[in-house]
């Protein structure tokens, strides 16, 4: 039997686990975390973080595993393309995925390749930082080089708080470094965000969605939505920017989690391109619109497994995701769902239990699970845009 090694076992990468489990494969997990759901579901598991890559290396020597694969994790994403090398094993290249991996390095390599690019450097000191940010014209945005899920990032309008947003920052960032780059104002309603899939070099799947956001924290994505609210030239515009990529970087195969801006003189600009699939469900999502299972595709892709492509489903249809969430700190009491919002809802996902501590909404890791929904027209959908007035997060 074939061994497959997963690095990351929580509530949202169960689902590679129990695909590859399900393609015949013998799962091997790593998590740095004792109490990782994933673990009830791995045929292994081993307590070693999944960021340490000479462990990780050796887990995967010892185990003589055939393919490795970081299901929606940046942090995980260069150490499985690094042991993937180092032991010959299909993979991207591992300067391709650091370079995705932190945000000063991908900065740099867009202005290198002709990118739309914002003005952005990083640094290393928070003293550093301060006494350069007279450069940057605001608003400004902070964030960690090497974070995601909008952990440790700041949006400021003038120097006050800086000092905080860059703490902020750092304290998310295992390399301990940062970035500030200037704002860009969009010249659309929703930042596109979502899932492309590479094969061979070029784009498959366009999984372009709406990226939703609330009064709860503007930086955090709420859900996602379809179609995609832009322009057929718009369209057209975002994906040559993210072919251009694709091909310049040189990733050859796999998901890629996205997010892009056009502002209102018509430039791309790419905000995050991850190279692995996107948190918050997202393939399965893209499965309900395309009925496409990329994360049977990624495990795949991480096999060596030659993935022969079906015509791409593009009837028109509508559908969003919403991630259930806390503005306030406290003890879930109950998630309550009006007759309005609850006809739509195809699918629920609760992480927590009523009883259960819950966290304010600073990040996406602090979801307290994910609802999906299915409309018949995009007037049914505009519920999405009052959605908090139909579900109530109760909490004491």
Known sequence: MKKILLL?????????????????????????????????????????STTDKEAILKVAEDEKIDGILAYATDPAAPVAAYVAEKLNLPTNPFTAVNTLCNKDLFRNFLKENGFAVPLSKGYSSIDDAIKDCDRFSFPIIVKPVDSSGSKGVSV??????????????????????????????????????????????????????????DEVNSLVPVGKSYPLDLSSAQIDLVKDTLQKLVSDIGIRFGAMNVELI??????????????????????????????????????????GVEIKPKEINEKPCFYATYNLHSKENGVLKAIEFDDEIEKHIVKKCLYLSNGDKVS??????????????????????????????HIKIIVK
């Open 360 to 389: 304010y909404f600073d990040n996406a890791s602090k979801a307290l699970g994910i609802i999906f929904m299915k409309f018949d027209s995009l007037q049914q959908q505009k519920i999405i845009e009052n959605i908090n007035e």
């Open 262 to 303: 056009i502002d209102k003189n018509g430039k791309c600009y790419i905000i995050d391109a991850g190279p692995r699939a996107g948190g918050n469900m997202i393939p399965d999502l893209l499965n309900m619109i395309f009925d496409v299972d990329l994360v049977e595709m990624s495990v795949q892709t991480a096999m």
């Open 8 to 48: 990351g076992g929580s509530a949202q990468q169960i689902v590679a686990i129990k695909t590859a489990k399900k393609l015949g494969y013998y799962t091997i997990l790593c998590d740095y975390l004792p109490d990782n759901p994933g673990q009830h579901y791995a045929d292994k598991f081993y307590l070693v």
């Open 156 to 213: 400021l309008k003038s120097k006050e708080n800086i000092r905080e947003a860059l703490d902020f920052a750092f304290s998310y960032s295992r390399a301990k470094r940062v970035v500030i780059e200037e704002y860009i104002e969009k010249d659309h309603r929703y930042i596109v965000g979502g899932d492309i899939f590479v094969l061979d070099s070029k784009v498959y799947l366009w999984g372009l969605l709406n990226c939703l956001r």
